[in-house]
Each structure stands twice: as structure tokens, then as C-alpha cells.
């Protein structure tokens, strides 16, 4: 949402400040302008990265949009989970959580929470841990070890996208520069001319550096570091299932282990203890 709010206010301070010096508007149309400088940068985007890259920045722009989906009650969902999964752990046994675990889409413990469901990389991180620990074969401190790998390996993933998306927005000058530099080539070869077609294309090439400029500090770069807060968010999130499966392993008592991994979140979307222990019982977040 506040991204949304953000680009408008982008568009708007821009064109409003420019109007107020009363300037005109149908200067700043150049569509020749845009093909150069929008096209080069997609070519750019496209030469140094693979298909599932530029896949992955499309589903991270929606995602900023939409805004992050790790807040107070996304955490309040996942501690009562994990509760639930400890519980039965330690009423059955650990042999009980093989069947949730190895089957989770039959998992009538899983399905109870829709969400975790939904999201089927944290399942799968929740469900290979867990099977790991069923194992009995892996120390809770080689476990947290492998979590660890597995966790660097993910950072390094959703990095990509943002890596590849700050490469575009670096370039983006440097392709208004080549628009402009264009422009005044055809400015030159149309020397003699009427004065208002040589201005007119003199204003053209300048308007390509204003466009390079302006996508680069006013959108890609601002999107880039969006998608970086997002990014960190999901590793929080991570972190939290993280610490309360290994102090679960490690023989915490299911309520011990599921506050270790409250007191892991952030202090902006952490439940305070009443209200994790009322999503525990059972009662809705006010």
C-alpha cells in the first residue's frame, strides 16, 4: 500500500513542480524516448539474467504492491502451529508426526492451518526438519547446522532477483544518456532547419536523460530496496520457525519452544505473550 502512495507521490511531485513552472506537458511525451531507454533496459535484464530470475522479480513486484504478508497475525498463526506440531509430538511421541510430515497435503494437523498450506517452501522446511529429527540419527546441534546451509542458501536465492533489479536501475542513467546522445545527433543533422524543430528535438534528447534519471532514483532503485525489506522479512520468518523446531528437538516443552520462537520476531510484528497465549487457547486476535 505505502508503496503504492510512494509512486504516486513520485508522479505527482514531479509533474505538479514541473507545471508550476508552467511547462508543457506535451514536451515530456516522447515516445521514441521510451522505446530507447525501455527497451535497452529489458535487453539489459534479459542478457544478464536467466528466465527464472526475471520470473522471480515479476512475482517479487506484485509482492511489494500487495505488501508484506509477515505481520503480528501471520505470527500468531504460525506459533499456534507450531504448538499444535509440538503438542503431538509430545503426547504421541515423535513416531506420531511421521504421517503429518511425509504426507502433509493429507495432514489433517497442517490443514487446520490454511496458510502453511499455502505457502509450500515453509512447509517443506517445517516437514524435511521435522523428518530429520524422526531420523534420530542427527544431533539437534548438526540439525541446526543443516538449517543453517539450507537457510544460506534460500538468502541467497531471493537475492538474486534484487540483485538483478538494482543492475537495471544502475543502468538506466547511462541509457538516458545514450537517448539524449541520439538526440542531439538528429539535432545536428537538422541544423539549418526551423528554429522550433531544432528546439523541439533538443528538448526530445534532453527528456531521455530526465527519463533515465527519474526511473532509475524515483522507481527501480526505491522497488529494489522494497524487495530487499521483503526479502528480510521472509528470512525472520524463517529464523523463527528455525529456533522453535531445534529448542523443540532439544527436548523444550512444547509452550517452552514455541515462546523461543516468539521472543525470535521482531519486536514491530511480535505477539506480546496474552496474545499468543490466547491464539493458543483458541481466541481470536482482538
Same mark, same amino acid.
Given at each position: 500500500?505505502?508503496?503504492?502512495?510512494?509512486?504516486?507521490?513520485?508522479?505527482?511531485?514531479?509533474?505538479?513542480?514541473?507545471?508550476?513552472?508552467?511547462?508543457?506537458?506535451?514536451?515530456?511525451?516522447?515516445?521514441?524516448?521510451?522505446?530507447?531507454?525501455?527497451?535497452?533496459?529489458?535487453?539489459?535484464?534479459?542478457?544478464?539474467?536467466? =528466465?527464472?530470475?526475471?520470473?522471480?522479480?515479476?512475482?517479487?513486484?506484485?509482492?511489494?504492491?500487495?505488501?508484506?504478508?509477515?505481520?503480528?497475525?501471520?505470527?500468531?498463526?504460525?506459533?499456534?502451529? =507450531?504448538?499444535?506440531?509440538?503438542?503431538?509430538?509430545?503426547?504421541?511421541?515423535?513416531?506420531?508426526?511421521?504421517?503429518?510430515?511425509?504426507?502433509?497435503?493429507?495432514?489433517?494437523?497442517?490443514?487446520?492451518?490454511?496458510?502453511?498450506?499455502?505457502?509450500?517452501?515453509?512447509?517443506?522446511?517445517?516437514?524435511?526438519?521435522?523428518?530429520?529429527?524422526?531420523?534420530?540419527?542427527?544431533?539437534?546441534?548438526?540439525?541446526?547446522?543443516?538449517?543453517?546451509?539450507?537457510?544460506?542458501?534460500?538468502?541467497?536465492?531471493?537475492?538474486?532477483?534484487?540483485?538483478?533489479?538494482t543492475t537495471v536501475a544502475d543502468?538506466?542513467?547511462?541509457?538516458?544518456?545514450v537517448a539524449a546522445v541520439l538526440?542531439?545527433?538528429?539535432?545536428?543533422?537538422?541544423?539549418?532547419?526551423?528554429?522550433?524543430?531544432?528546439?523541439?528535438?533538443?528538448?526530445?534528447?534532453?527528456?531521455?536523460?530526465?527519463?533515465?534519471?527519474?526511473?532509475?532514483?524515483?522507481?527501480?532503485?526505491?522497488?529494489?530496496?522494497?524487495?530487499?525489506?521483503?526479502?528480510?522479512?521472509?528470512?525472520?520468518?524463517?529464523?523463527?520457525?528455525?529456533?522453535?523446531?531445534?529448542?523443540?528437538?532439544?527436548?523444550?516443552?512444547?509452550?517452552?519452544?514455541?515462546?523461543?520462537?516468539?521472543?525470535?520476531?521482531?519486536?514491530?510484528?511480535?505477539?506480546?505473550?496474552?496474545?499468543?497465549?490466547?491464539?493458543?487457547?483458541?481466541?481470536?486476535?482482538?
Amino acid at each position: 500500500m505505502f508503496s503504492i502512495i510512494g509512486i504516486v507521490l513520485v508522479i505527482g511531485a514531479v509533474i505538479g513542480g514541473y507545471l508550476m513552472e508552467h511547462g508543457n506537458m506535451k514536451v515530456l511525451v516522447q515516445p521514441a524516448e521510451l522505446v530507447i531507454i525501455g527497451g535497452a533496459a529489458i535487453g539489459t535484464l534479459l542478457i544478464g539474467n536467466p =528466465l527464472p530470475v526475471i520470473i522471480k522479480i515479476l512475482k517479487n513486484l506484485t509482492g511489494i504492491l500487495s505488501g508484506s504478508k509477515y505481520n503480528k497475525a501471520r505470527y500468531l498463526d504460525t506459533l499456534k502451529m =507450531l504448538n499444535d506440531l509440538f503438542s503431538q509430538g509430545r503426547k504421541g511421541g515423535m513416531v506420531s508426526l511421521e504421517s503429518h510430515v511425509e504426507e502433509p497435503d493429507k495432514s489433517d494437523l497442517f490443514k487446520k492451518h490454511e496458510f502453511i498450506v499455502k505457502d509450500h517452501h515453509a512447509l517443506d522446511f517445517i516437514c524435511d526438519t521435522m523428518r530429520m529429527a524422526l531420523s534420530g540419527t542427527v544431533s539437534p546441534h548438526d540439525l541446526d547446522q543443516m538449517i543453517e546451509v539450507d537457510l544460506e542458501v534460500h538468502h541467497k536465492e531471493i537475492g538474486k532477483p534484487v540483485s538483478a533489479l538494482t543492475t537495471v536501475a544502475d543502468a538506466l542513467p547511462g541509457l538516458g544518456i545514450v537517448a539524449a546522445v541520439l538526440g542531439v545527433v538528429i539535432t545536428m543533422g537538422s541544423l539549418g532547419g526551423p528554429p522550433e524543430e531544432i528546439g523541439h528535438k533538443v528538448a526530445a534528447a534532453l527528456v531521455g536523460t530526465f527519463l533515465g534519471i527519474l526511473l532509475c532514483y524515483g522507481f527501480l532503485s526505491p522497488l529494489a530496496s522494497s524487495m530487499t525489506h521483503i526479502n528480510e522479512a521472509e528470512a525472520v520468518y524463517y529464523n523463527c520457525l528455525r529456533t522453535g523446531m531445534v529448542a523443540f528437538i532439544r527436548g523444550a516443552a512444547p509452550i517452552l519452544a514455541v515462546e523461543f520462537s516468539r521472543r525470535s520476531i521482531p519486536s514491530e510484528v511480535r505477539p506480546s505473550f496474552k496474545e499468543m497465549e490466547g491464539a493458543l487457547r483458541g481466541e481470536k486476535a482482538a
